[in-house]
């Protein structure tokens, strides 16, 4: 880079998905703001019945910084998050960050993601569970399904990434378009799983830096059951794809 170039992270979009973040919405977007006052934001709002869309409507009526996509229903997080790596990539964004609305991803360290990307990462992966990372008031069940999928997801896959279903991350434009986004139909931990993985197995950068994860206070979550599941299912055969791809480049190796 040449002393004139800017940094990728001086064209930076922060994603906010939302379902029924009325209260959260400002807060969040005020603290980033004040945090990295040059990132712009776009909210995907799924139709929030207590008004959130109308409300990050008015917000980008006075602020250029602030964009928002409206979807008809709620449709879950991952085709929320799709929908704004496809917006993203139409414009001229170098750098895309997911970021929760209701405060467990701290916008004042989000300069912790950037930096990392500006040091030569594809992907940064806002982590808990590296030195220096921990979670704030998360009740102890929430801890133990966050902890058992992260494990679970290291013996299946093989892979040494410590916190791999947390959701506050920064992507290098060049990843998403990289990574078939179509084919992409995955959602909630199973959704981050799913890209992390993407990008390992393409043998790209995915660095990790520690966060401090903090329970929502206002607001309800929309974790379920089925999520759980659905990382369960699938995990173990990404994990046998990817171990009889590498079996199957070993032999030929060895042939050729
Ligand atoms: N657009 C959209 N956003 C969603 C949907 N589901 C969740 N979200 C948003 O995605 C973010 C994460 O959802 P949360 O409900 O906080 O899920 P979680 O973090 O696993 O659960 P908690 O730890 O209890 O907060 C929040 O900003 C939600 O408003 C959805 O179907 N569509
Ligand atoms: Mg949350």
Same mark, same amino acid.
């Given at each position: ?12 979009? #922060? ?25 712009? /934001? ?52 170098? /750098? #895309?960050?997911?970021? %929760? ?9 989000? %300069? ?5 990307? %500006? ?43 410590? %916190? ?93």
């Amino acid at each position: 880079m040449s002393p004139t170039d800017q940094p990728p992270s001086s064209k930076t979009l #922060v994603i906010i998905p939302t379902f029924n973040e009325l209260e959260n919405l400002p807060l969040i977007v005020g603290r980033l703001h004040r945090a990295q006052p040059g990132v712009d /934001v776009l909210v995907v709002d799924d139709n929030s019945p207590d008004g959130t869309g109308e409300a990050a409507d008015a917000m980008a009526a006075v602020d250029p910084r602030i964009h928002v996509l409206h979807r008809a229903e709620k449709n879950g997080l991952g085709g929320a998050y799709i929908a704004g790596f496809q917006w993203a990539l139409e414009r001229d964004y170098a /750098v #895309v960050v997911e970021m %929760d609305a209701d405060g467990s991803h701290a916008p004042e360290q989000l %300069d912790r993601l950037l930096r990392a990307i %500006d040091a030569g990462a594809d992907l940064v992966l806002g982590s808990r569970y590296v030195s220096g990372g921990r979670t704030v008031n998360w009740p102890l069940k929430r801890q133990l399904i966050s902890r058992g999928g992260n494990v679970y997801s290291q013996l299946a896959l093989g892979t040494r990434i410590r %916190d791999i279903t947390g959701g506050y991350r920064a992507f290098r434009r060049g990843v998403l378009e990289e990574l078939q986004l179509d084919t992409v139909s995955s959602e909630g931990y199973c959704f981050q799983i799913d890209l992390a993985w993407r990008a390992v197995q393409r043998g790209l950068s995915v660095v990790e830096v520690p966060i401090t994860f903090t329970e929502r206070v206002i607001g309800q979550s929309k974790m379920s059951g089925s999520i759980v599941k659905e990382a369960a299912l699938n995990v173990p055969r990404w994990g046998l794809e990817g171990r009889r791809r590498h079996f199957q480049e070993y032999l030929a190796a060895r042939r050729g």
